[in-house]
């Protein structure tokens, strides 16, 4: 099942803000990102909050979903035109899940419609849809184009069958492939592949497979993550009973180095831990919002909302997201308000995970000696930092984690 909310205090019913999150608001990245908590099926890693016909019942269908989801939007609108000012133009939209593919092209269409009426898109806004391949074709993507997307993100995982078994993906090796080439006929330039690695059972050859199919589609962004057991998961319970080994953190690591030097030896570059792409253009620039301290609006069933320095999070039930927007109520769960010390932590641990990393500034002074040591410790680039930047270097990013904590 999906994860539980985290705790905080309670969010106001209708959805106001402080005067000081609006502070500011368009001078930092503005996005938009819609959750989207239908599956066709559950994947056995998965924790999202996402949802089957089966689970959901009568009740929370698309028709329901897109209806709410309007509301929000322009709640949304109400509640950032509040601080007196313009109410800022999403740069980015990205609808995720969940699988988004299941809606169809004609309602994600009207996804974007709405984020248009509520909010406004930028002349150059970019638009995202994740899909699952085994929910969509040529037809599909040619809709989507035509709908206003210009980025499709599709979950490959592996091109390995007997890893995809154990994923519990429902797609056949080869159809994220295909489908990121028809997404590229149909007039998309930004296609990403998603892998993990990691998933019990693969080998160093069955990752090295999956690299040559994402290069052979010729896509110009790939993301790859490393596989987490969550607690709650089919798979966690799977581990649990022996069933499945856990994910060994020194195989991880060499998967890690094959990815990247794969990718970079076929002009895909790191520009963020986890994603590569073949050129600025093609990074993901609502995902670069939220790691270089941008404010999103999150709409949908348990979406996750950032505006300056306010944090909340909406009820996860599609039902009871619908029911509340109904009775023209927020439907924020809770949220947490970040203090000063608060965001300069988030900063150095999102922007560290960049390319071009965190300024100095953002250290205290026993923060700079530590990341003197972390050159030393061959973990961050000396000419970075003498330029008062803290860069990881290859080897520190597979201990970003470390680094975090050192520079903390």
């Known amino acids: 099942m999906p994860s539980q909310l985290p705790p905080g205090e309670p969010a106001p019913s209708d959805g106001s803000l402080p005067a000081s999150a609006l502070n500011g608001l368009g001078e930092r990245p503005f996005g938009v990102y819609v959750h989207v908590p239908f599956c066709a099926t559950r994947c056995g890693y998965c924790d999202f909050n996402t949802y089957t016909a089966d689970e959901l019942g009568p009740a929370g269908g698309f028709a329901d979903w ?18 007196g000012g313009t109410v800022p133009a999403a740069q980015t939209v990205f609808v995720g899940g969940g699988t988004p593919s299941l809606l169809g092209a004609d309602r994600l269409a009207a996804v974007v419609t709405a984020v248009r009426n509520s909010f406004g898109l930028t002349a150059d806004a970019e638009v995202t849809t994740e899909s699952n391949p085994e929910s969509t074709s040529p037809e599909f993507f040619a809709a989507l184009r035509d709908g206003g997307y210009d980025r499709v993100s599709l979950g490959m995982q592996s091109a390995a069958a007997h890893v995809l078994r154990v994923l519990e993906r429902n797609h056949t090796p080869g159809r994220a492939a295909e489908a990121a080439e028809e997404a590229r006929a149909a007039g998309f330039e930004h296609v990403n592949l998603d892998l993990i690695y ?9 990752l090295r497979a999956s690299l040559a199919a994402v290069l052979d589609a010729g896509v110009d962004h790939v993301s790859a993550y490393s596989l987490i057991v969550e607690d709650g998961t089919a798979m966690a319970r799977k581990v649990r009973r022996g069933e499945l080994p856990m994910p060994d953190e020194d195989v991880l690591a060499d998967r890690y180095e094959i990815i990247d030097s794969t990718l970079s030896g076929a002009g895909l ?8 792409a073949t050129g600025e253009s093609a990074r993901c620039a609502h995902n670069l919002g939220y790691w270089q301290g941008g404010d999103w609006w999150g709409a949908g069933p348990g ?6 320095g306010v944090r909340w999070w909406n009820v996860k039930h599609p039902a009871r997201y619908s029911a509340l927007l109904a009775d023209g109520r927020s439907p924020a769960h809770a949220r947490e308000l970040l203090d000063d010390e608060d965001r300069r932590i988030e900063r150095i641990m999102l922007e560290l995970r960049v390319a ?18 972390a050159v030393a410790d061959g973990l961050l680039r000396a000419d970075a930092l003498d330029a008062g930047r803290c860069a990881l270097t290859d080897r520190g990013r597979l201990l970003a984690d470390a680094v975090v904590q050192r520079l903390l």
């Open 66 to 83: 897109l209806e709410a989801l309007r509301a929000e939007l322009d709640l949304g609108a109400r509640v950032l035109a509040a601080g």
């Open 198 to 206: 990691g998933t019990p059972g693969e080998s160093d050859d069955d």
């Open 303 to 308: 979406a996750h909302s950032h505006v300056g």
């Open 356 to 373: 071009e990393g965190v300024p100095t500034s953002a250290l205290t002074s026993d923060g700079v000696l530590a990341a003197k040591e």
């Open 269 to 276: 570059g790191w520009y963020e831990v986890s994603n590569w």
